[in-house]
Every structure is written in C-alpha cells, then in structure tokens.
C-alpha cells in the first residue's frame, strides 16, 4: 500500500513539473513572438523612413513646376458652340476647347473661360462639372485608389474600375488620373506609405499645403 502511494505521488509531482514547465515556456514562446513582430514592424517603420527621405531629396532636386500654376494662358471653347448646344453646355466636345494666351484674348476672340491654364484631356464640361461637384470628396476617393494600385502591384485597371466607379470622369481624363495615380506610387511610395500608414496625415498639414504624397 505504501508502495502505490508513493508511485501515485511520484507521477502526481511529474505531472506539476511537466505543467509548471508548459507555464513557463508559453509566456516565453509568446514574448519572443510578439517581440520578432515589433522588431519587424520597427524595421519596416525605418526603410520607410529612409526610403521617403530620398524621395524627398530627389523631388527637392528637381525642376521647379511653379510655372504650370501661373501662367496666364486660359482653355476656352467659342460663344457660339456652347449656343449650338441648346443651352447644354456639358455636350460641348473636347475638340471645341482652345486654348487662349490669356483671359483677354479669349474675350477678344468671343470665347467663354473653361478653366485656368491649357487644354487638356479633362478639358471638357463633363469633367469640369465633375470637378467642381466633387471638391469635398475628390481627393479623398483618389487617395482611396491610390491605396489599390499600391495593394495590387500598380494594377491600372483596379485603379481605373476605382475612379469610374467613385468619381465618373471621361475616359480621357480618367486615363490621366490613373496615369497620375501610377506615377506617384511609382516615384513616391515611400512618402505615401509614410504619410498615410504611419504618420496619418490628413490631406491638408495644418490646414494649409498638402501632405508630401499628394504635394510631390
């Protein structure tokens, strides 16, 4: 009797090491899992980093594109096409927009301002409308296409079935947004990754100039 007592004790206190053990190693394993992750994550957060400081310097390198903002050349279509349309102005083809060396040379040549600066692909009034009807929102859907393109390897058609379906430009004008979109993934990922996964930054900095991913 003494005898299985002492068994029945012996397994009893090997059964409490073996679970004692099993105690200890599952914080550990934990610990160190969760450790390699904030080290990678940490890791990821320095590349970015580094990565949008050489876009950075690469843009600060770079021709100044001021004068694409202030030049006094003007996009505009004549009095008598937008009268040939009934009243429906938004049915003026692209290849009715001109453009003018400036705002007086479209008055003097009877022609109506579409917009500041030369035609272009979304020089139409379907775009413009669109435009002016999406102020609040436009950037904001862009940038959500923008986050497409940079999950799904650039892919130009997801980003273009993206624009279609939140902003509904022509097709001409959409084909330059992608374009637009493709390109700053392509020479800005770092500063865009930055700003919106890990600083996130809102459109504006202070209320004032554009964040570096949609600025560069």
């Avoid at 600066?117 to 950037?139: N, P, R």
């Avoid at 022509?170 to 700003?195: G, H, P, R, Y």
Wanted: with cysteine.
């Amino acid at each position: 009797m003494r005898f299985l007592t002492q068994l029945f004790l012996r397994k009893a206190a090997a059964v409490a090491d073996n679970e004692r053990i099993k105690t200890n190693v599952l914080p550990k394993t934990f610990l160190r899992g969760l450790g390699a992750i904030l080290l990678l994550h940490a890791f990821l957060g320095v590349v970015v980093f580094i990565g949008a400081e050489f876009e950075r310097r690469k843009v600060m390198a770079a021709s100044p594109t001021d004068w694409l903002y202030s030049t006094p050349k003007v996009c505009g279509v004549s009095s008598s096409a937008a009268a040939n349309t009934g009243g429906n102005i938004a049915a003026v083809g692209n290849a009715s927009f001109t453009t003018f060396h400036s705002e007086t040379h479209a008055k003097e040549s009877d022609s109506l301002v579409a917009h500041c600066g030369e035609c272009g692909k979304c020089s139409s009034f379907h775009d413009i409308e669109v435009i002016k009807s999406t102020t609040q929102t436009l950037t904001k859907d862009s940038t959500s296409c923008a986050t497409v393109g940079l999950l799904t390897g650039l892919n130009r058609n997801l980003i273009a079935k993206c624009m279609e379906s939140r902003v509904g430009f022509t097709n001409s004008c959409q084909d330059c947004w992608v374009e637009n979109i493709v390109c700053s993934l392509s020479k800005c990922k770092f500063s865009c990754m930055k700003s919106v996964f890990i600083l996130n930054e809102s459109v504006n900095i202070n209320g004032r100039k554009l964040n570096p991913c949609l600025e560069w």
